[in-house]
């Protein structure tokens, strides 16, 4: 128990500020050249919620997911997990941070050591943090997560390749619960299987959080599946924030010209409507993030930007929870492009 | 525990490491038996009957000494069962942990690591072996340490280039991510995966080190005359290409233990991956 | 749908691989066709045949299948040609474009070789009138400054632009066909967007017919005339894309279509449908389907449901049309 207990209850799980995360990218004569992958990005993920993180390639979405999990180190910035600093952290409280933060990874078929039995790989965890002391206690440990994520108890004794797709998952699901985690980074948990896995896998997960209060970092770059994921969601692109809000406000009122375009990507259900609707259709190509455009990184390929956006994007918001990074939110929502 | 058992009782399964593993182990019967076993000495010279073609009284013939080329290779086996075994044994464990520690660090250690195999690579065999010699003194030691040291690099290169393409696997990544130290990883997780190249390797390297032997007691570094070995027999029946047994006794007793250990070494790759495991099991069901 | 007059049709193909007790039976029965001009959406999960019915249909099945039935290219039977008339009745006839646009380039070429190289094989063009044909092609597929593009290698380029490449490519020589792989599963939906538009656009210009590889249902809903929903290697479903979208008849369509989170229509929870697709080496007795089905009748557990017109033009293979 920690002096300032009570203001616990109401700060954020996960409070991520100005994060930057910048890989090295040769030389061009005397000057290093760097990859700007992520760019003063912040959000807060409240504790038994679900935070959506969504952006096409090259977002840097999940390049949060790594520095949250040690897996790539952040430039600059702060991460607090419940007040402890995820990124100054070294040694023992590291490793506590590794228990803390679980992931589940995209390819279900690559992210399970295939020389491993499943049982052997959903007890890792246990091992690596000692946290069961006996034996039978950490297998009876192993098939309460399979029960939990709908597996048999026998599949213990599995190795990878002999599990489908989905039951893959669930082992790497598993696996992410079994030391007890307070956040569980899902980086395209659902992207690699089929629509009709991806159904199993997306119910099993908001099951799961009912059930025990789980706190998700939902990273997606499919739209829907965000939607029907998140309590809230952050819209990134070329490693910047481009909209963050509470589910139905975004989803019902886009309000910056990247999210309405990436909305209206998507294929319409109704092949009638589909073939009729206007569609935003974004020109250009991504830029180098070597090389980032300035002022709104988006600017370049967006139709709705002018001059000034060459300059500064201002955070606007249109309301208490609903953030958009852009100059021309007014002419976004009026939903039309003056050429 | 469980899965060791059930990988040697598949490894019995197959026909093809059952007949190498019974290869091999009649080939250490003959090692240790040997003496008993053989109708002549190794070093029972007699020149009134040199270079005799195969025959009742000597079925492999004998040599330029009238020596019984049978006998001779049924003495050899310790020696040269010996020398290539222990040879292996240490390029494989220093070769291995090398190539592990280069592979999956990067960095500074693997730059050291790579030039210390580099510097190995550049020397000739018989350089390093002389210079081990001259500490050491000639022998069947001698002879093991230096080809265990000469096969070193090849081990820690095969190995490095296999864990440079596992530590990119995103099941190590995850291993990354849940907080297990490194040496955790590289037991759990990578060695387990970079071992069918190793093993390949080390069939390999078995037959070489056979013949490296051979180059090194034709020196008079290795084994000492007139003790017998594959290799210095095959080495020594080189100058007589009409008495055609002389060569080629000692070579089929060579290409029987290679062939043995590459039967065992197949079977072994087989039953240590869970996937061909499971191929192998269900033909058994059938 | 006629097969004499079909751009490709497909009848009866079957393919397996391997023999004896673990033969896979990947592609078993399947006959669809695609008129002139015409878009033909090949629907399925992993694992359903989809994509080796195509290949297997167009001779490129891998070395180590079986293939039987009969594909006809304006007529011609491709799977009873030798390798060389194949080689050119394909080359001549069929475009292809698959998944992933970076593995089906040559790395060594440039943009320009890779497109006139088809050109000048098959349309015997010099390689100054194939050049001007590439240029041509390249601004067709609305590559932004094409002549600068056709210097490039591939890895100089982004994935959208990669993928227009490989559209280029197979409309090179003008051909009857377009089968496409997939093409946009790599992408992200916004260069997806402007893919789904040019294939589009290009096919009312050119007036090709295209077969169009997809998981998705929704991507193809934009594109198709008609859809086929495939599953364990047997064509479930067929019908024109409106009808299917309106009117689904087999349960496993209806499956697909509600398992799928859509925006802007919240559910407590999705349909999903339980379990995981069939091994091909270990297929049911009766409807492939069984297994994973909502209603379960019991006929269906041992007695395969025959492809049947349950609407004029709409074919299910299920003896449940009338449930809902």
Known sequence: ?339 | ?286 | MSTTTAALAVEDLHVTIGRGARVARIVRGVSWSVQPGQTLGVVGESGSGKSMSVLAATGLAPATARVEGRAFLDGTDLLGLGPGELRRTRGRGLGFVFQDPMTSLNPLLTVERQITEGIEEHLGATRRAARTRALELLEMVGIPDAARRLEAYPHQMSGGMRQRVMIAIALACEPTMLVADEPTTALDVTTQAQILDIVRELQERIGMGVVWISHDLGVVGGLADEVVVMYGGQVLESAGVQTLHDAPAHPYTRGLLGARPRLGRLREELVAIPGAPPDPRALPGGCVFYERCPIKAERCAHEVPPLAEVAPGHLARTFCTEER
């Open chain 1, 1 to 339: 128990m920690t002096p300032d207990d009570a203001s616990t209850t109401d700060r954020p799980l996960l409070s991520v500020r100005d994060l930057s995360v910048r890989f090295p990218a040769g030389r061009e004569g005397r000057v290093r050249r760097w990859v700007h992958a992520v760019e003063g990005v912040g959000f807060d993920v409240e504790r038994g919620r679900t935070l959506g993180l969504v952006g096409e390639s090259g977002s840097g979405k999940s390049t949060i997911g790594n520095a949250l999990t040690g897996l790539v180190r952040a430039t600059s910035g702060t991460v607090h997990l419940d007040g402890t600093d995820v990124l100054t952290a070294r040694g023992r409280a590291a490793r506590e941070l590794r228990r803390r933060i679980a992931m589940v990874f995209q390819d279900p078929y690559a992210s399970l050591d295939p020389r491993r039995s499943i049982g052997a790989t959903i007890r890792e965890p246990l091992d690596v943090h000692r946290l069961l002391a006996s034996r039978a206690q950490r297998a009876a440990r192993v098939a309460e997560l399979l029960d939990l994520v709908g597996l048999p108890a026998q599949a213990a004794q599995r190795y990878p390749h002999e599990l489908s797709g989905g039951q893959r998952q669930r082992v790497s699901i598993a696996r992410a619960l079994a030391a007890d985690p307070d956040l569980i980074v899902l980086d395209e948990a659902t992207a690699s299987l089929d629509v009709s896995v991806q159904a199993q896998i997306m119910n099993l997960l908001r099951r799961l959080q009912r059930e025990l209060g789980l706190t998700y970092l939902f990273i997606s770059h499919d739209l829907a599946a965000v939607e029907h994921m998140s309590h809230r969601v952050v819209v990134m692109y070329l490693g910047r924030l481009m909209e963050q809000g509470e589910r139905s406000g975004l989803y019902e009122r886009p309000a910056h010209p990247y999210t309405q375009a990436l909305m209206s990507a998507i294929p319409a259900d109704d092949p009638a409507v589909e073939r009729t609707r206007e569609r935003i259709l974004l020109s250009g190509e991504l830029p180098s993030p070597v090389d980032p455009p300035s002022g709104c990184v988006f600017r370049t390929r967006c139709p709705l930007a002018i001059d000034a956006c060459a300059d500064h994007v201002p955070p606007v918001h249109l309301d208490v929870d609903h953030t958009a990074w852009c100059l021309r939110t007014d002419a976004a929502l009026a939903g039309r492009a003056p050429r």
């Open chain 2, 1 to 286: 525990m469980s899965a060791s058992t059930s990988a040697w009782r598949l490894l019995l399964r197959s026909p093809v490491a059952v007949a190498g593993l019974g290869a091999l182990g009649l080939l250490v019967v003959l090692a240790l038996l040997g003496p008993v076993l053989v109708p002549y000495g190794a070093n029972a010279v007699d020149v009134t009957r040199a270079l005799q073609p195969p025959s009742g009284a000597h079925w492999f013939g004998t040599d330029d000494l009238g020596r019984d080329v049978l006998s001779r290779v049924v003495l050899a086996a310790r020696a040269s069962l010996q020398v290539s075994v222990v040879s292996v044994s240490i390029a494989l464990v220093l070769g291995v942990a090398l190539g592990l520690v280069a592979g999956y660090f990067r960095g500074w250690a693997d730059a050291v690591a790579m030039r210390v195999v580099d510097v190995l690579f550049a020397f000739p065999v018989m350089l390093l072996a002389i210079a081990i010699v001259a500490v050491l003194g000639p022998g069947l030691t001698t002879a093991m340490i230096a080809i265990g040291i000469v096969y070193v690099p090849v081990f820690a290169r095969v190995t490095r280039a296999s864990v440079l393409g596992v530590r990119e696997e995103p099941y190590v990544r995850a291993a990354v991510a849940i907080g297990a130290g490194p040496l955790r990883i590289i037991r759990t997780h990578v060695l387990p995966n970079v071992t069918a190249p190793i093993i390949v390797q080390t069939s390999l390297s078995l037959a070489f080190a056979i013949l490296a032997e051979a180059a090194l007691s034709f020196l008079g570094l290795g084994i000492q005359p007139p003790e017998p070995s594959w290799g210095r027999m095959l080495f020594d029946g080189k100058g007589f290409t009409g008495s055609w047994w002389m060569s080629v006794f000692p070579g089929l007793a060579i290409f029987v233990t290679v062939l043995a250990f590459n039967l065992v070494g197949d079977g072994l790759r087989d039953v240590l991956d869970p996937r061909q495991r499971s191929v192998l099991e269900s033909r058994r069901d059938r």
